[in-house]
């Protein structure tokens, strides 16, 4: 299995909508791509800053790429992402693991 790994920030007057736009985004179409496994996201305040940290789980490469293209290394980003001010990490990683687990 593969875990895909995401990391984007918000200032913190737009942390809880843009949590519910990562829901209804990046969760919500990762779930709807078949061979996806799971979407865990974890949230930290740092300062003035919401930071939020996506995992999606996949059965296999070509699950990755069904849902982030032949380019699977570049984050998968929406068009409403810039009314949150997001600070989006332009990569992501994927890491082969035996299991699903929190962040």
Partial sequence: MIVRTWHGCV?????????QHLE??????SKSVP??????????TQ???EHFFLATYWQDLAAV???AGEDYHVAVTYPDDEAFE????????QHEV?????L
């Fill in 47 to 49: 300062a003035d800053w």
């Fill in 98 to 102: 035996d299991n699903v687990t929190p």
């Fill in 65 to 67: 790429k069904a849902f």
């Fill in 11 to 19: 200032p913190l007057k737009h942390a809880e909508g843009f949590a």
């Fill in 24 to 29: 209804e985004t990046g969760v919500e179409h």
């Fill in 35 to 44: 061979g996806n496994r799971g979407a865990l996201v974890r949230r930290e």
């Fill in 86 to 93: 997001l600070l989006s990490d332009p990569y992501v990683f």
